[in-house]
Structure formats: structure tokens, C-alpha cells
């Protein structure tokens, strides 16, 4: 594992007294954050914090992989059906370590169909052989209504295609015991995978949600737990200074405090893209709480926003230079890429190329990387720069991680439950009422009493 986690730019050193922060302000926080550390061990030890002891799974990783293995022999088609935190790690973890066109040799062909729209789903409905489909329904509470719906809808074809023997193309990965695709199994001999108790969706990148997937793409699971791992050890320091996960959440509380409420995270490498999709995930749902632990009305949270390097220099840098400074971007930087090359100018009559001539595109894109840092940096825009050396398992488990763990002290330094989502179960109350669900008929009445006395201002 090779990340480094360079603050910098966020330093008054750097930024100027404004916009910047002292050490002295982190140090303030530090005390809070060791005794949050402490709790969080002692939470682990219990299994209520239970993010924390995924890195430690050597067995389950040897269960997920041989079952892999006789996935791909049987199988030309994967669909892995889940929403929000039943997909947005599994997909993140793909796109950054299997082939981008990965789907177009390989097989089992990998899909991730993380909404309802019925045309998309139509359109990948025609893509599979369903008889050859194996899919993977990942739901942790194992009702929601988006995951039964598109279950749902798979079943009619599946069923068609294979009557009473559609079980075999179904693998749950859930509860170990509560929720509805228990249920299922119970009636069926349906392989099923567990998310351990403690672990929240949002968190559950590393348990079977993640790892089935990826190991079925062939993913090295060992090495991405083995990253996580070493990240774990360095997230358990005690010198909270030296701790990366503590120092993110803490510069962005501080910003926080400092009414910079947009927090950006920018890869400069298309394979980490979808990272910063899954960190907004983790970051909105984790941290936007309307009470504190104390019951106290504080509506805090800090909207995650993403962009990737280079293109979006051509679309929002302008905005974070010179527009509204209530961000803290966060770069995402890899040293060294695989497949790295030299240009060269082979228009030698047009001069304005040679200063690429001998350089790599990784350079260019390091270079744009550095340019983009100095022009916020002159600006006294503060960011921070996750730097891997390549994109690999091990960096990806740690970057994980280390997301994560910074999550657990900013929900602590808040003084909010990070790991609970009121907001999303109020959502998903309201969809089951909505479709006239069994047991939501006095929440229906609620709504539709709240629609009558609604005023309309539509235009069309
Ligand atoms: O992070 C979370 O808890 C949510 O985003 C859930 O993952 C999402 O709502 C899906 O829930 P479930 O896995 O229970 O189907």
C-alpha cells in the first residue's frame, strides 16, 4: 500500500489566514479525536462499528473466490442488483481495477443496474440470456423497493425461461438473518452471502457486496483487503497528527465551521472516477443529520460534489477559482500509470507541439493536476491531495478504508450518529405508502392530506 495524504494546501502557510488553517486549530480537535479512536475500538471489539474489522476476512475471501470461480464457468452474464450502498462501492471498484472495456471480451459480461428506469432496464433485458444470467440481489434491510422491483422484473424472464429451476440463477447477499430475501431463501436453496451486522450499506464495499463481484472480475480480493489492512494499522494511531483519516475529517470540520459547506473530490484518473461517486454517497448520508447526539437541532453536512481531471478544468475549475471560495476540493492523484507512453511530435513543421514531444500522457495529466492546485492555491482556495503511486488492489482497499475510518471522526467531531440515514428511510416510507404497501395505509392518508392542502405554481 503507497498513499499519501498531503494537507498543505489547507495550511495558513500556504493559504494565508483567511482561508487557511493552523496547526494549532487541528491540534484543538486532536483529544476528541483519540477518545472517538478509543470508541471506535472498543465499538469494533463488539461488532457495532463493523466497517472496522472487514480488512481481517482471509476465509470468507477463499468462500467468495472458489465460488467465483464456478461463476465464471457457468455463467456468460453477472447482474448485480442493488441501489446506493448496494452498489456504488461494487461499481467504484470495478471501474477502477478491471479493464474499462472489460465487458466486451470477457465473460461473465458485468452489470450493475442501480435504478428503475424501465427503458435501461428494457435495454439490458435484451442484452442477457437470462438462462445464462447469474443475478446477484444485494439488499442489507432486503426490501427496497427498487431492488425487489428490478428483482422483480428479472424474475419474469427468468421464470419464463427456466420455471421452477430459477433459483440457480439467483445469489442473495443480505442480512444474515432479517429482510424478505431471507424469506426467499428459506423457500428456495438460494446461495447467500452476508453483510455482518454493524456495517450500514454505505460501508459495505469490503463484505461480499463489494468482493463477489470484483473477485468474479477477477479482482484480487486478498491483495484489496490486505490494502485496507495496512490502512486500517496507520488509521489506528494514536498521534492523531500523524492519522490520515482523523486529519481529513478534522481540516474538513474546521472547514465546516468556516462556512465552506461543499466538499469536491476530483480524481485526475478516469479509473478513479467513480470513486468520488461513492465517497459523495458516504460523505451526504453519513454527515447530513438534522440532530446531534444530544437531540439538538444542528442540520449540519457538507455537500459532496465531483469532478475529474483533466476534462472538468474545461468545465467547473473556472467556478472553483474564481467563483464563491465555500469549497475544499479534494484531488485524487496517481504517480504512475501502467500503460504510460511518450508522444511525438510527428508534425515536426508545426513547432507548437514540440513541448510534448517525449512527454507522457501521465505527465500532461500530472502536470494539469499541479497547474489546476497552484492557480486555486494562488487563489487561496484550499484543497488536499490523496496521492496514490498506481492504481492498484492494495491502494484501492486502502483508499477505502481510509474514506471510512475519515467519515467515522467527522460523524464523532460533529457529534452525530454517522451511521445511521433517517432522511433515506423517511424516502423509502413514503415510496412503500405511495404503492399502497402493506401496513403504510395511515402514511398514504398523511400524504394525500398533505397533497390537498398543497398549491400548485406549474408552468405547462
Ligand atoms: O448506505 C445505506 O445504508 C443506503 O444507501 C443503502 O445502501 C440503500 O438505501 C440500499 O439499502 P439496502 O441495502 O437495504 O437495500
Not at 494537507?7 to 479525536?33: D, P, R, Y
Not at 476476512?57 to 464457468?73: G, N
Request: aromatic share 10%.
Amino acid at each position: 500500500m503507497s498513499l499519501k495524504f498531503d494537507f498543505s494546501n489547507v495550511m495558513e502557510a500556504n493559504i494565508g489566514s483567511t482561508h487557511g488553517l493552523s496547526m494549532e486549530n487541528i491540534e484543538a480537535l486532536s483529544g476528541k479525536g483519540l477518545s472517538a479512536l478509543k470508541e471506535f475500538r472498543e465499538r469494533a471489539e463488539k461488532e457495532e462499528l463493523g466497517f472496522y474489522n472487514l480488512p481481517n476476512q482471509d476465509a470468507l475471501c477463499d468462500e467468495i473466490e472458489s465460488y467465483a470461480e464456478t461463476v465464471r464457468k457457468r455463467f456468460d452474464y453477472f447482474v448485480h442488483i442493488g441501489i446506493g450502498g448496494s452498489a456504488l462501492g461494487p461499481i467504484a471498484l470495478q471501474t477502477s481495477l478491471r479493464n474499462s472495456h472489460y465487458n466486451s471480451g470477457q465473460k461473465p459480461k458485468i452489470y450493475f443496474p442501480d435504478n428503475i428506469d424501465p427503458d435501461w432496464l428494457h435495454e439490458l433485458a435484451d442484452q442477457i440470456d437470462v438462462s445464462k444470467t447469474l443475478f446477484h440481489v444485494v439488499s442489507k434491510s432486503g426490501a427496497t423497493a427498487e431492488t425487489a422491483a428490478t428483482m422483480l422484473y428479472f424474475m419474469d424472464f427468468l421464470t419464463s425461461k427456466l420455471e421452477d429451476d430459477f433459483y440457480k440463477n439467483l445469489v442473495f447477499t443480505t442480512d444474515p438473518a432479517a429482510g424478505l430475501l431471507n424469506q426467499i431463501a428459506r423457500e428456495y436453496p438460494i446461495k447467500c452471502f452476508r453483510i455482518p451486522p454493524g456495517v450500514g450499506g454505505r460501508f459495505s464495499v469490503l463484505t461480499p457486496v463489494g468482493l463477489v463481484p470484483a473477485a468474479i472480475a477477477g479482482i484480487d480480493i486478498k491483495k484489496l483487503l490486505s490494502g485496507a489492512a495496512d490502512m486500517a494499522a496507520v488509521c489506528d494511531t494514536e498521534n492523531m497528527l500523524e492519522n490520515p483519516a482523523f486529519m481529513f475529517a478534522a481540516i474538513h470540520y474546521l472547514y465546516m465551521q468556516k462556512g465552506k459547506n461543499i466538499s469536491v473530490m476530483m480524481p485526475y484518473s478516469n479509473k478513479l472516477k467513480d470513486m468520488a461517486d461513492w465517497y459523495k454517497q458516504l460523505w451526504a448520508e453519513s454527515l447530513g443529520k438534522r440532530f446531534d447526539l444530544n437531540k439538538e437541532k444542528i442540520e449540519c453536512g457538507q455537500t459532496p460534489a465531483n469532478a475529474l481531471g483533466a476534462t472538468d478544468q474545461h468545465s467547473q475549475i473556472q467556478l472553483y477559482v474564481e467563483g464563491p471560495n465555500d469549497k475544499l476540493i479534494t484531488f485524487l492523484e496517481v504517480e504512475q500509470f501502467k500503460n504510460d507512453v511518450e508522444l511525438k511530435n510527428h508534425f515536426t513543421y508545426i513547432p507548437e507541439f514540440d513541448y510534448l514531444q517525449g512527454k507522457t500522457l501521465g505527465q500532461l495529466l500530472n502536470a494539469e493536476k499541479a497547474a489546476t492546485e497552484l492557480a486555486l492555491t494562488n487563489n487561496q482556495r484550499p484543497n488536499l491531495t490523496i496521492k496514490v503511486e498506481e492504481v492498484s488492489e492494495e491502494n484501492i482497499g486502502a483508499y477505502f478504508f481510509l474514506m471510512e475510518a475519515a467519515t467515522a471522526f467527522a460523524g464523532a467531531l460533529l457529534n452525530i450518529d454517522a451511521f445511521n440515514q433517517p432522511g433515506v428511510e423517511e424516502g423509502k416510507v413514503a415510496t412503500y405508502a405511495l404503492m399502497d404497501r402493506k401496513g403504510y395505509k395511515q402514511k398514504k392518508k398523511e400524504i394525500e392530506a398533505m397533497f390537498a392542502k398543497k398549491q400548485f405554481f406549474v408552468i405547462g
